[in-house]
C-alpha cells in the first residue's frame, strides 16, 4: 500500500505570495488533516477534510484554506505569506475514525517565507 | 481547552540504558493518547495509542506507556534504547468531538542516545 507523499518537499516563497501545497493520501483513507509545525515546537492542527467537506478547523486565519478532490488528494492553500507562516506543513490522511485506525503522516513540506 | 506537557525538551541517554520520556495532558473528559517519533526530515510515524482497556500499552521497536488516569500521565519507556531510537518524540490527545478529531500535540522530547 503507498503511504502519503506531499509536493514540494521544499519551497522559498516571498511575504505576500500565495502558496499552494499538496497531499496525496494513502490508499483507502477518506480523510485527510493538515498540521503545521514550526521549528522547535510540536504539530499544530490547521483543519481536517471528510468526503470533500471542512471538517474542523484549528485556530488559523482564513487565508489559510483547502480542498479535498474526490480521489480524497488535498490541497492547503495559504495566501498573503507572512514571515511567520516558515514551517514544515504535515498532511494526515485516515479512514473516517482516526483515532481508531490510526493517521498516517507524509514527510512535509518546508515552506520558507521571505 | 485540552493542553499536553511534555516536561523534558532534551533526554540524553547511553545506549542500552533505560529511558522515560514524560507526557502530562489537561482535559476534563476522556481523551485518546498517542506517542509519535518524528526522525530528522521525515514525517511522524506512530509508535503507540490509548483508547481504552487495559492501561499499559506496547507499542512499536520495544516502546511502551502507561495510561495513569489519576495523575493524567502517559509516559513512555524502553528499557534498553539503541542508537537508532535517536528522534523526537511527541505526545498527543485526542478529544472525542465526534468530528474533526483532531490530534493536539505536546512541544516534543529530543531523544539523544550516546555510545
Known amino acids: 500500500e503507498t503511504g502519503v507523499t506531499q509536493s514540494p518537499t521544499h519551497l522559498i516563497k516571498t511575504r505576500g505570495q500565495q502558496v499552494t501545497l499538496r497531499c496525496s493520501s494513502q490508499?483507502?483513507?477518506?480523510?485527510v488533516s493538515w498540521y503545521q509545525q514550526a521549528l522547535g515546537q510540536g504539530p499544530q492542527f490547521i483543519f481536517q477534510?471528510?468526503?470533500?467537506?471542512?471538517?474542523g478547523r484549528g485556530n488559523f486565519p482564513p487565508r489559510f484554506s483547502g480542498l479535498q478532490f474526490p480521489n480524497y488528494s488535498s490541497e492547503l492553500n495559504v495566501n498573503a505569506l507572512e514571515l511567520d507562516d516558515s514551517a514544515l506543513y504535515l498532511c494526515?490522511?485516515?479512514?473516517?475514525?482516526?483515532?481508531?485506525?490510526?493517521?498516517?503522516f507524509g514527510s512535509g513540506t518546508r515552506l520558507t517565507v521571505v | 481547552a485540552q493542553s499536553v506537557t511534555q516536561l523534558d525538551s532534551q533526554v540524553p541517554v547511553f545506549e542500552e540504558a533505560p529511558v522515560e520520556l514524560r507526557c502530562n495532558y489537561s482535559?476534563?473528559?476522556?481523551?485518546?493518547l498517542f506517542w509519535y517519533v518524528q526522525y530528522p526530515n521525515q514525517g511522524l510515524q506512530l509508535l503507540l495509542k490509548?483508547?481504552?482497556?487495559?492501561?499499559l500499552v506496547k507499542g512499536i521497536n520495544g516502546f511502551e506507556a502507561e495510561f495513569n488516569k489519576s495523575q493524567t500521565s502517559f509516559h513512555l519507556r524502553k528499557p534498553s534504547v539503541h542508537i537508532s531510537d535517536t528522534a523526537e518524540y511527541f505526545c498527543?490527545?485526542?478529544?472525542?468531538?465526534?468530528?474533526?478529531?483532531?490530534?493536539?500535540f505536546g512541544t516534543g522530547t529530543q531523544l539523544k542516545v550516546e555510545l
Open positions: 494526515a490522511s485516515s479512514q473516517k475514525g482516526g483515532e481508531y485506525y490510526g493517521y498516517t
Open positions: 490508499s483507502g483513507h477518506n480523510t
Open positions: 477534510y471528510y468526503r470533500e467537506e471542512e471538517n
Open positions: 482535559s476534563s473528559v476522556s481523551v485518546y
Open positions: 490509548y483508547l481504552s482497556g487495559s492501561t
Open positions: 498527543a490527545v485526542i478529544l472525542f468531538t465526534g468530528g474533526g478529531n483532531k490530534l493536539t
